[in-house]
């Protein structure tokens, strides 16, 4: 599972872009980011969306919307801040949220409504509105996946 | 050298050379993009004295330091102090005087205008622009123009005319801005830095209902309009802030910010690397004009959005600096292309021994192409090849 998480934290990553830099912490230092932290970052916004899923399922997707600006912001500055981002960002905390959002997940239409209110948060933020519609849209695209991926393997284990 | 890693910029003639290296000149108030030119030359030349995980510094002009360090992970920062006991590996202290992009294009053009006399592909009028891009590389030109084109609406402050008069002087500032920029070769950070402040007090004046209140929100130009381009701006922010406008100002701001990425657009669809450089240098100054305003409603603009525009700014400056770093780049790999060469390699060294070989080399094509800026799309075939 961990290199399917991988390759989607990767394939997040081909589409941030320097409007990431809103979501980084002001501490007076100016960063700039290597691909390792890119893929952090997008593990964490992968891991959001799907603890946005899980969040639906219990019916509290709008106080989620609200907290997850803070919550992604949170997890960029441990990623920025650690030696070894990658690790951050798909080591535990994304793998736990795959697999909560695997028993959680019931519908398309929660799918699309994270989406919207992660496009919201990121541009509350700071992200320029078509950035951040395009960055939700790709992690929902590989936040699917991953359960898809990860029912259809489920499906033949004993 | 082999025949395969000649690079883009090994067949470009005195006259292009002159080229590159003016558009650099003009990309960034002169100093501190020599400095930072010196800085990317020394890395060049003596990478061993910038190992990764350790701090450096760099004295700037009158402002202190600047520190960075870059991790093995590839992640860096940089900041203004020092961190509490951390140690200095390499400091770097320009010269005061030094010059080298400037110089270098002193003796292009003292080549051309050799070349010219006698006879040839280069002409003139060829030499004309690049000494008239050479001439507005002095220090007080964009002040010049701003006074200039500034003094006539102060005039009609001081003779108390009303919003509609003063209006008019600002339109006509405005087109003989246009005709400047035409027929001088004004540069486009002082033709973008100007012609922001001349709209933005336009839009402030309409708001006016006397002379005093029109002299109220212009008194920047009290004082004196004899500033650089970005100063004017600042303190245009400043005065529009005062009257509410503070809408006004981001909608400028964000309409920067969207006509950068825009050009930079075009600048990576373009076929050669000048005309790469040509779409950038159209880009830089609206990102430059986007950063002070976004800096400005960080600090001072309205209490509610000012974690946003501070996000936002800091977004902004590191456009800045990617959208600059092209130019020293060029300007560096007309010595010898060293940097194509260092490119190339980067994008070979994905292809090696992976399974996913096709991907990694993708992405290190798009980091150096869509991330660095330093290439158009066009190129990608060749740094691949």
Redesign the interface.
């Known amino acids: 599972m961990h290199s399917d998480i991988d390759t989607s934290a990767r394939a997040v990553g081909?589409v941030l872009?320097?409007?990431v830099?809103?979501?980084?912490p002001?501490d007076?230092?100016?960063?700039?980011?290597?691909?390792?932290?890119l893929v952090g970052i997008a593990g964490s916004l992968l891991a959001a969306f799907l603890k946005g899923l899980t969040a639906a399922a219990e019916d509290r997707v709008e106080q989620w919307g609200k907290d997850v600006g803070a919550w992604i912001v949170r997890r960029v500055e441990d990623v920025?801040r650690s030696?070894?981002?990658d690790v951050v960002g798909t080591e535990k905390v994304l793998p736990d949220a795959v697999t909560e959002a695997r028993s959680a997940f019931r519908r398309a239409g929660d799918a699309q409504e994270v989406e919207r209110l992660l496009a919201t948060a990121l541009v509350?933020?700071?992200m320029?509105a078509s950035e951040a519609a395009r960055i939700a849209s790709r992690v929902g695209e590989q936040a699917r996946g991953l359960l898809a991926e990860d029912r259809d393997s489920s499906a033949v284990q004993p | 050298m082999t025949e395969d890693f000649v690079g883009p910029n090994a067949a470009l003639d005195d006259l292009a050379q002159a080229r590159v290296c003016a558009r650099a000149l003009h990309a960034h108030e002169n100093r501190l993009f020599e400095i930072g030119y010196e800085v990317r030359r020394l890395q060049r030349d003596q990478p061993q004295a910038f190992p990764d995980g350790v701090w450096h510094g760099v004295a700037l002009p009158d402002s202190g330091s600047w520190y960075w360090k870059v991790r093995e992970s590839g992640h860096g920062v940089s900041a203004r102090k020092l961190p509490e006991g951390a140690a200095v590996g390499t400091f770097v202290t320009v010269p005061r005087n030094a010059r080298p992009v400037r110089d270098r294009l002193l003796t292009l053009l003292q080549r051309l205008e050799q070349a010219a006399a006698v006879g040839g592909s280069v002409t003139g009028d060829d030499v004309a622009v690049v000494r008239q891009a050479v001439q507005a590389t002095e220090d007080d030109e964009p002040c010049l123009v701003t006074e200039r084109l500034l003094a006539p609406a102060r005039r009609g402050m001081q003779d108390q005319l009303g919003p509609p008069a003063i209006q008019a002087m600002l339109g006509r500032a405005l087109e003989e801005l246009a005709l400047m920029r035409r027929r001088r070769g004004v540069d486009l950070l002082t033709t973008v830095g100007v012609g922001w402040s001349i709209q933005l007090f336009g839009t402030a004046v309409q708001r006016a209902s006397s002379p005093q209140h029109v002299a109220w929100i212009m008194r920047p130009l009290l004082t004196s309009s004899e500033v650089d381009p970005m100063a004017l701006l600042s303190a245009t922010a400043s005065a529009l802030l005062d009257v509410g406008l503070a809408d006004v100002l981001a909608g400028f701001a964000e309409r920067g910010r969207e006509a950068s990425q825009r050009l930079v657009g075009q600048a990576l669809d373009s076929q050669t690397l000048e005309e790469h450089l040509d779409g950038l240098f159209g880009a830089l100054p609206h990102t430059f004009s986007s950063l002070v305003l976004f800096r400005f409603l960080a600090e001072n603009g309205p209490s509610e959005d000012r974690s946003r525009h501070k996000k936002v700014a800091t977004m902004v400056d590191e456009r800045v600096v990617r959208q600059l770093n092209p130019f020293q780049t060029q300007v560096l790999d007309l010595d010898d292309q060293s940097e194509w060469r260092r490119h190339r390699e980067v994008v070979a060294r994905e292809r090696t021994g992976e399974s996913d070989d096709a991907a990694r080399v993708d992405r290190a094509v798009k980091k150096l192409i869509e991330d660095e800026l330093f290439y158009p799309r066009s190129m990608a075939a060749r740094l691949t090849a």
């Open positions: 081909e872009t320097d409007e830099y809103v979501l980084l002001d007076g230092e100016r960063h700039f980011l290597g691909e390792a932290v920025v030696e070894q981002p509350d933020e700071g320029a």
